[in-house]
């Protein structure tokens, strides 16, 4: 594998494992910071993890475009050496507004993952962009098993030990992209940088523009905001449902994780060549349909387990998506669009689990009036329908 392709997909998955890693720690930093209850420090989390969210959508399409106008390698480069101070500052922070102000730059250096995704689509030919974003989403995947597992361990030996790893993973990645990475935006490609398209609306507007763009955008988001149920509320819903102990819970995770990383990193290029990418995210929503249905109504964790093969199939449709309104831009436009959908990714983490959690708490409360812990997988199978009704009737000369 190249150097500067391997470099792109561990600074992928050091963005999955770096909140990954500080997860299983964050209730007992956070009670240990500021005192309190874990409902209190259950609130901050969700502070610190919205906050997070915000910066990420506000930043990804000013990165985007600072991509396509001064170049990839600078753009990862500089946000890899931030993320690095910006995990000793979570280290050694003392306060709540330390840790709030790194978790608003961890927002913003997180969101290099619409310039990866930029350098994935500036190395891949057409027949490639499906199956190497897929590698980008594997590595996502890998690094989503693998943060909560390191983290878990190294929180052994204290709330500050996850940080001071996460500062040398990030350390050793910018070093590595140092002396590997190559440039990919050339003076044919290279666009001037203009802050009325930066911003995320005026990114919007700008894509907005392209015919058929806009409606898969909104494809994307719906199917965002759907598939975040898992995230949302599987630690609830499954103790609820089965019983599950948390290192249950941790195990499926790990298990669906893994699953998905082989579907994008190896399945998915097959399911390409001999489907098409319109064909995968058709076939990939219908199997998240199968998956919700029946998670919404089971009460066998057994069953729920058997089925992650099946919803796991469902990652096919991102990558795909991708592929799709990547060829339907310029190239000098790759870091904008990509800085868009990592926005509308952004938006979707802000309000599925508002949304998820709520539904889940109303139908599993005492005197609810329909017992069904599962009712936020028909939710989520509401808005994926609506969604996959937008793409079927979206005809564009790729998407067709």
């Not at 990839?72 to 709030?100: G, Q």
């Not at 309000?351 to 599993?364: H, K, T, W």
């Amino acid at each position: 594998m190249r150097l500067p392709f391997l470099f792109i997909l561990t600074t992928v998955m050091i963005d999955a494992m770096g909140v990954g890693l500080i997860m299983p720690i964050m209730p007992g930093l956070i009670v240990e910071v500021q005192g309190g209850s874990l409902a209190d420090a259950a609130l901050w989390g969700g502070i610190l993890a919205t906050s997070f969210a915000v910066m990420q959508f506000l930043f990804s399409p000013i990165l985007g475009n600072l991509s396509d106008a001064y170049g990839r390698r600078p753009v990862l480069l500089l946000s890899l050496f931030v993320m690095v101070l910006d995990y000793v500052l979570m280290a050694l922070a003392h306060t709540m507004w330390l840790l709030l102000l790194g978790r608003l730059i961890g927002g913003i250096t997180a969101a290099t993952h619409a310039t990866a995704g930029a350098y994935m689509a500036d190395v891949s030919d057409s027949k490639e962009k499906a199956a190497n974003f897929g590698m980008l989403g594997a590595a996502f995947g890998v690094g989503f098993v693998l943060g909560p597992l390191v983290g878990g361990l190294l929180g052994e030996l204290g709330t500050r030990a996850p940080f001071y790893a996460a500062a040398i993973l990030a350390a050793m990645n910018f070093t590595l992209g140092w002396f590997v990475m190559n440039e990919t935006v050339t003076d044919k490609t290279r666009r001037a940088f203009d802050w009325r398209r930066a911003h995320p609306f005026g990114a919007f507007r700008s894509m907005a523009r392209i015919p058929g763009i806009q409606r898969l955008l909104w494809v994307y988001f719906l199917y965002s905001v759907s598939i975040y149920v898992y995230p949302a509320i599987w630690s609830y819903f499954t103790e609820e449902r089965f019983n599950w102990s948390p290192q249950m819970i941790g195990v499926s995770l790990a298990i669906f994780g893994s699953m998905m990383a082989f579907v994008q990193g190896g399945l998915l290029r097959h399911v390409i060549r001999r489907f098409g990418e319109r064909n995968a995210v058709i076939y990939g929503q219908i199997f998240d349909f199968v998956g919700f249905s029946f998670l919404a109504f089971i009460t066998s964790g057994v069953l729920a387990l058997i089925l992650t093969p099946i919803t796991a199939m469902g990652a096919v449709v991102t990558p795909a998506l991708q592929a799709i309104m990547s060829k339907m831009v310029d190239d000098n436009q790759q870091g904008e669009l990509q800085g868009v959908m990592t926005a509308v990714n952004a938006l979707a983490m802000i309000i599925s689990p508002m949304m998820m959690a709520s539904v889940f708490a109303q139908f599993s409360r005492e005197g609810a009036p329909i017992y069904l812990p599962g009712a936020p997988f028909l939710v989520a199978l509401g808005l994926m329908g609506i969604g996959l009704f937008i793409f079927l009737r979206t005809k564009t000369s790729v998407a067709s």
